[in-house]
Structures are given as C-alpha cells and as structure tokens.
C-alpha cells in the first residue's frame, strides 16, 4: 500500500507556472506507475498525466500537452507536474494516484489517492 501527499497548488495568473509534487510513503513507489487527475466544480474527474515506474513512458492528455511535464524521482518517492503557460481553464482540484498495474490513462485504474491541491488561475 501506498499513502500520497501532494503539494504546490495556489493561485496563479493566466500564463504563469506551478510545480505540483507528491511524496509517496513507503519503500515501493518505484514499483507504482503515477498519474495525475484533476477535478473542476461540477465536472468528472479528468486525466491529466501519467508515468511509468521507471519513468521511461509518459503519456498526457490533449488539452496539456506542451504546457505540463510529468516526471519522478524514486529516489525521494516523489512525482512531479511542471505546469507551464496556464489557462484559467486548468483551475481544478489535482490529484495525484498510484497504480500497481499498467499506466491507466484512467482514474479507475488507480486505487490510491491522495487528498488533491487546489490550483486556480485567474484571466
């Protein structure tokens, strides 16, 4: 079992960047595949990014790509989501999930959570 703790969100202008992080506990986050979700008011929750436990595969949704890099370090148990060139539309909950099997591009794919930092963008 894995526990996931994220971090980084807050309040940003259109165009600027954010660094989200999530420290996983427990000694085989190298062995989970890591993605990123994240969840507008009133919307489902979304795919956003999502990496291989080696790191050697990264996958991203359309409406990210270019702007969000997805990556890790299993030596902090630690992934990361470099969010570049925002848009208001990007404001949501995000979340972060670990999966045992496969890089699922979806949430149900994942059965561990963690809590979600809120990220909003103003225009």
């Known amino acids: 079992q894995v526990q996931l703790v994220e971090s980084g969100g807050g309040l940003v202008q259109a165009g600027g960047s954010l660094r989200l992080s999530c420290a996983a506990s427990g000694r085989t986050f190298s062995r989970y595949a890591m993605g990123w979700f994240r969840q507008a008011p009133g919307k489902e929750r979304e795919f956003v990014a999502a ?3 080696g790191g050697g595969s990264t996958y991203s949704a359309d409406s990210v790509k270019g702007r969000f890099t997805i990556s890790r370090d299993n030596a902090k148990n630690t992934v990361y989501l470099q969010m570049n060139s925002l848009k208001p ?3 949501a909950v ?3 999930a670990a ?3 496969g890089v699922p591009i979806t949430p149900y794919g994942y ?3 963690g809590q979600g930092t809120q990220v ?3 225009s």
């Open 94 to 96: 995000y979340y972060c």
């Open 89 to 91: 539309e990007d404001t």
């Open 51 to 53: 990496i291989s436990w």
């Open 99 to 101: 999966a045992a099997a």
């Open 111 to 113: 059965p561990y959570w």
């Open 120 to 122: 909003t963008v103003t």
